[in-house]
């Protein structure tokens, strides 16, 4: 089932931890860092969007999501180029909320090591993909998306 257009809160499917910018960042308009946050951080709000060419535009606190030298980033200045995301269902999931999310070239969303107090910045890598039908995705790489009331 393919996601729909909406409000939700994204979480890793590794610990169930909420990923989203952090609530502390410089005032400069650089990209900021999107990572996976510390457990019980309350989960900041994504706006999903489906495209007519069923890709999506993500953006969290009103910031469109790209990659920059393999890290999620959140770009706070507008850009002409439009920043679209393919996001797959995990066959594997029996609740139908689990996806992977890539880019146009196959790099996908991938939960790295913390890098400290818990917090680690999602990367855009190469996915490890286990050799089975359906595909096994380990749990850095699956993402639950949950829809805000």
Known sequence: MAL?????????????????????????????A??????????????VEKLPNGKYKL????????AVDGLLVAFLMKTETTL????QRDERD???????????DGHSWVVTEPESEDISQ???RPLIVGMSLPP??????VFVFKKVD
């Open 4 to 32: 729909e257009s909406g409000r939700y809160y994204i979480f890793s499917k590794l610990d169930d931890a909420a990923v989203g910018r952090n609530s502390v960042e410089d005032r400069t308009l650089l990209p900021k």
């Open 34 to 47: 999107v990572y996976k946050l510390p457990k019980g951080v309350d989960a900041p709000v994504w706006d």
């Open 59 to 66: 953006q969290t606190r009103g910031a469109a999501v790209g």
């Open 84 to 87: 679209e995301w393919t996001i």
């Open 94 to 104: 029996t609740e139908g909320n689990s996806y992977i999310i890539s880019t146009f």
């Open 122 to 124: 999602i990367a855009v």
């Open 136 to 141: 096994f995705y380990p749990p850095t790489e």
